[in-house]
């Protein structure tokens, strides 16, 4: 008969990082410890009373030793159940010095989160073999519970300002002499106030339908892979073909209704074809699985950034992303919302999310959307760095003729820089957006 398996733990550790805050009245390790470790990270019940104890004390900034510790588990009438005063002298006496606190630290919590995922891989196997079991709910599971012990891992640790501004005022020069850093849109008014597509930030373009905001957000993409930077786009709402054939469309100008209706004859055929070979060199990944979760995405986005050294991802669109657990559909696109803005600083790299605008710009005179019209949720408006609203001047207008090919592209937010109106020129038929002059 096989022994029963212990769930992964160091009690040594333990008691060595109890001991070592004990000991640190200098506070050089106590705060570290304090901000990497948790109750529930301790395996043993006695340690997790203690360290709640431990915790209180720090929170009503009294001193934390021996005596006061005595009187704080008293005061919970918890000092027997942890083996009395003799227990928190053992403690005391298991390290020599403070000085290694967040070496045991550490150790106690890898061991914390080895038995997260214990935890998750047995809560999996339960749902797995239910009879109603069902494989996207259970995969959906599985990358939420791994998002969470991830984030329970990370630790950010303060910077002194003497670290932070060498680097800054490095990015400043850089700046001035290489120019702005962000990823170039491949449309000059819109580097120009905004700056391109800066790491770590998510930049919302939103319209009401037919717009052209899918239109815009791809012509981005393929402008920034035109450039040599790789790009990953996710297309929740077309096919892979459909989002490839309009980019065809746009680069060989031979015309989107002209393709779908075969008016191409032997001339434009071969211009397409040429165009197409050279077109197929471009570092671009496409991904249109219409059931992505943010999780999902988020698994994907790790995989390319090291497989492909993705710059920059696009998804066309948010509120289309599907999210589990949620029950009012505000909440899961402001999960969906928060969870992007967390990915683009984890992989620190752009995020150009394609959004939905209510129904609020159609009832206005002019027609002109406002950031309130983002759909569903406020937290879009919150998660973003920039904004950008479309409103095609031809698409309200009767006269047609006079407006025709107009767009503006409404800065209605952007965190490090002004708002303002940049004015673009439309070509519906190709698909594509162009500089207005």
Known sequence: MMAEKLPPQNPEAESCTLGSIILDTDDEVRPDIFDTLVADDFYLNVNQIIFKAMKSLQADNIPIDLVSLRDMLNKTESLDVVGGVDYLITLAESVPTSANGNYYAKSVKEK????????????????????????SVIADQAESALLRIAEKKQIVK??????????????????????????????????????????????????????????????????????????????????????????????????????????????????????????????LVICDYPKLTPYGLRSQCRMLRRSHD?????????????????????????????????????????????????RMADERTNHRPAISDLRESGNLEQDSDTVLLLLRDDYYKKDKAQHDGLATLIVAKQRNGPTGDIKLKFEGNNMRFLDAN
């Open 112 to 135: 914390s989160t080895l038995r997260s995922y214990i935890r998750m891989a047995g809560q999996l196997i339960d749902a797995a073999y239910h009879p109603a079991a069902d494989l």
């Open 310 to 358: 993705i710059k920059l991802v696009v998804i066309d669109y948010l509120q289309l992303m599907e999210i589990k657990g949620k029950g009012k559909r505000y909440e899961a696109v402001g999960e969906c919302s928060r969870l992007i803005k967390l990915l683009a600083r984890e992989l620190d790299i752009p995020i150009v999310v394609v959004c939905q605008l209510n």
């Open 158 to 283: 303060p910077e002194h300002i003497s670290v932070i501004i060498p680097r800054v005022v490095n990015t400043v020069k850089s700046r001035a002499t290489h120019g702005a850093e962000g990823l170039a849109t491949g449309f000059r008014d819109v580097d120009d106030v905004v700056g391109g597509l800066h790491a770590g930030e998510m930049i919302v373009v939103a319209g009401r339908p037919s717009m052209g905001k899918s239109i815009l957000a791809i012509n981005i993409a393929t402008n920034v892979a035109a450039a040599g930077g790789a790009v990953a786009v996710f297309s929740l709402e077309m096919s892979a073909d459909s989002l490839i054939e309009r980019h065809l469309a746009a680069r060989s100008e031979l015309g989107y209704y002209q393709m779908q209706k075969a008016y191409l004859g032997d001339v434009g055929i071969t211009m397409l074809e040429s165009v197409a070979a050279e077109e197929s060199m471009l570092p």
